[in-house]
């Protein structure tokens, strides 16, 4: 049962550890009041606080809306469980209970200045450490080169070879997004015979597209060494959606059901959470594989690359498809980037340490990002 306010949590240090599977609530009722609570507090300061600067800008601690992004994480996480996990570690974090003894009144004023204060520390640090163990290692993954990633993941070469060759099979050799036909494929398919046909029979000329392709993992998370800051981006992993790290931890991240073929700028832009897949309306739906790939560029870009697109993804007899699942959970994960302006404040921060920025202090945003993930996981 969630107790009455207190107020001796200091440090936000375990307060993601979900591996509790016990209701947290005895009713209905108690629930509601929780959610009420929380939306009041993440209101005041969503609607007080400064607007951001963009993520360019000189202080790195700014530049996203961070009320926005814990607001988001518990609107889009994937079930009522998952939501009632966000609440327990958010009112843990502000040292803050999350029911009071009197229906009457939750125990918060807003219009004291020292009881806001004392809560905007820790509501801003809670959302601190959703990006620096979760949002920020996600995508930085997707920034570094193939050789790295291979490193990184828990797949060794083969696996990762053996997981490409499986993708192509079964998406007929096409960027599920653009159908594009792979250019290495096509290659070898006119040598062997020059009148050469694409996986369904149709001869392959200048009517269709051609480029090397790619494999992307729908989440790509590395956790063959699970040092502390990893255990915290599992924990966060199960907040979105409990149990999910059974399905690619390990050799199964390097499963068919966790990865779709992609030409090159598409792979950037998923990975990159730009662009993402949601079920098509019934009516649309051709098949229950059936998506609307939608993105978040902007609408000239958009029109460009032919978003909205709807795709129905390939099929094969023996060769699993990608997981509704993952892909809702990819889903999610590129709503609360772009709302909150996290994404192009995480996009800022890579860039900076792509081209080795340095401040007029020595310093740089991906150095200032690591020294506090390093404080706020120990």
Do not use: W
């Not at 107020?7 to 947290?24: A, M, T, Y």
């Not at 001869?203 to 494999?215: A, N, S």
Request: aromatic share 10%; net charge negative.
């Amino acid at each position: 049962m969630a107790g009455p306010s207190h107020r001796h949590q200091s440090s936000l240090e375990g307060i993601l550890d979900f591996s509790e599977v016990d209701s947290i609530f005895e009713n209905a009722q108690q629930r509601a009041q929780a959610i009420s609570r929380f939306r009041r507090i993440i209101a005041y300061f969503e609607n007080t606080t400064e607007p951001k600067p963009p993520a360019s800008s000189s202080r790195f601690s700014e530049g996203y809306d961070r009320p926005a992004l814990i607001r988001l994480t518990f609107d889009y996480v994937r079930s009522p469980e998952s939501q009632d996990r966000v609440l327990k570690a958010f009112f843990k974090s502000l040292a803050l209970g999350m029911l009071e003894d009197s229906d009457d009144n939750d125990g918060i004023d807003l219009g004291d200045d020292s009881e806001v204060a004392s809560l905007r520390t820790p509501v801003f640090a809670f959302a601190d450490h959703l990006i620096y163990h979760f949002f920020l290692p996600l995508q930085q993954v997707h920034s570094r080169d193939e050789q790295q990633r291979i490193q990184d993941f828990v797949g060794t070469p083969e696996r990762l070879g053996a997981l490409r060759g499986f993708c192509l099979t079964r998406d007929r050799h096409r960027c599920v997004i653009t159908h594009t036909f792979d250019l290495n494929e096509l290659l070898k398919r006119m040598h062997q015979q020059p009148s050469a046909q694409d996986d369904d029979g149709n001869v392959l000329d200048q009517r269709y597209d051609y480029d090397k392709l790619e494999v992307a993992h729908i989440l790509p998370f590395s956790l063959n060494q699970v040092d502390e800051s990893k255990k915290a981006t599992i924990a966060i992993l199960n907040m979105f959606d409990i149990g999910v790290i059974h399905v690619i931890e390990g050799p199964e991240m390097d499963r068919p059901r966790n990865a779709i073929t992609l030409t090159n700028r598409m792979h950037d832009l998923f990975g990159r959470f730009k662009i993402f897949f949601e079920p098509a309306a019934e009516d649309d739906a051709v098949h229950h594989d059936t998506y609307q790939i939608q993105s978040f560029l902007p609408p000239f870009l958009a029109t460009q690359f032919g978003f909205p697109v709807q795709r129905t993804l390939f099929s094969h007899p023996y060769i699993d498809p990608p997981l509704p699942r993952l892909l809702a959970l990819h889903s999610a994960i590129a709503h609360i980037l772009h709302l909150s302006g996290a994404g192009e404040y995480i996009d800022g921060i890579l860039r900076d340490g792509e081209d080795g920025m340095v401040r007029e202090d020595g310093s740089t945003q991906l150095g200032a990002l690591v020294n506090m993930a390093l404080q706020m996981s120990t």
